[in-house]
């Protein structure tokens, strides 16, 4: 059954929808030297900016915070066969952050028991293991009956039609413009150096202001 949390997350995006919205930030983190976008009243016109999640430090991150910025959300694991990935979304990172690019990692346990961590235990594993200073949140669920409301948001016929489904596996990734639409979704094989994702980050970030 879903939390009470849950619901309240939800809450928070469902009547944005109802009511006609349309659809389709850096922060700090433990890991991450990026800084959220100074917002003052947060600008919820966009259903993605109404989600506020907590990092691997418990510290409460509005992806508001983000407006503005191009965004790769990732469900990340440590023990996949795709936990290399993490690699090459630290090198995407690096290469465009300065033109407007963020990546932000969310971790679950759905898939094989491949985060078995506690948060502290995977903060420690992104740092030394692949010098992540990408945002990366607490563990959440990604599917199923505890789906947290973001993922439950961008994988839902309702709010998120053109990129629906229910994530099949780790390091599945969506790509939101800097109008906080979503304008594409990648399955786990697509490797942060795919030319065509590539392609698409650049054509997002457009004249790579920051």
Same mark, same amino acid.
């Given at each position: 059954?879903? $939390?009470?949390?849950?619901?309240?997350?939800?809450?928070?995006?469902?009547?944005?929808?109802?009511?006609?919205?349309?659809?389709?930030?850096?922060?700090?983190?433990?890991?991450?030297?990026?800084?959220?976008?100074?917002?003052?009243?947060?600008?919820?016109?966009?259903?993605?900016? &109404?989600? $506020?999640?907590?990092?691997?430090?418990?510290?409460?991150?509005?992806?508001?915070?983000? *407006?503005?910025?191009?965004?790769?959300?990732?469900?990340?694991?440590?023990?996949?066969?795709?936990?290399?990935?993490?690699?090459?979304?630290? &090198?995407?990172?690096? *290469?465009? #952050?300065?033109? !407007?690019?963020?990546?932000?990692?969310?971790?679950?346990?759905?898939?094989?028991?491949?985060?078995? !961590?506690?948060?502290?235990?995977?903060?420690?594993?992104?740092?030394?293991?692949?010098?992540?200073?990408?945002?990366?949140?607490?563990?959440?669920?990604?599917?199923?009956?505890?789906?947290?409301?973001?993922?439950?948001?961008?994988?839902?016929?309702?709010?998120?039609?053109?990129?629906?489904?229910?994530?099949?596996?780790?390091?599945?990734?969506?790509?939101?413009?800097?109008?906080?639409?979503?304008?594409? #979704?990648?399955?786990?094989?697509?490797?942060?150096?795919?030319?065509?994702?590539?392609?698409?980050?650049?054509?997002?970030? !457009?004249?790579?202001?920051?």
């Amino acid at each position: 059954m879903r $939390t009470a949390l849950s619901y309240a997350l939800a809450a928070a995006w469902l009547p944005l929808l109802v009511c006609g919205c349309e659809d389709k930030p850096e922060v700090s983190t433990a890991l991450s030297s990026a800084k959220p976008a100074e917002t003052g009243t947060p600008d919820v016109s966009k259903p993605l900016y &109404a989600f $506020t999640l907590a990092d691997l430090d418990g510290n409460m991150t509005p992806l508001a915070g983000f *407006k503005s910025r191009v965004l790769l959300l990732v469900n990340v694991a440590s023990k996949c066969g795709y936990t290399r990935q993490y690699a090459g979304l630290q &090198a995407l990172y690096e *290469k465009y #952050r300065e033109q !407007g690019l963020v990546v932000l990692g969310f971790p679950a346990n759905n898939f094989g028991a491949q985060e078995p !961590g506690t948060n502290e235990q995977i903060k420690l594993f992104c740092s030394t293991n692949y010098a992540v200073t990408f945002p990366v949140f607490a563990k959440i669920s990604v599917r199923g009956e505890d789906i947290h409301p973001l993922y439950q948001f961008l994988t839902s016929r309702q709010s998120n039609p053109q990129f629906r489904g229910d994530i099949a596996w780790n390091f599945t990734k969506f790509l939101v413009s800097r109008e906080g639409e979503v304008i594409g #979704r990648y399955e786990p094989k697509v490797e942060p150096s795919d030319a065509q994702l590539v392609s698409e980050i650049e054509r997002a970030l !457009g004249d790579g202001r920051p």
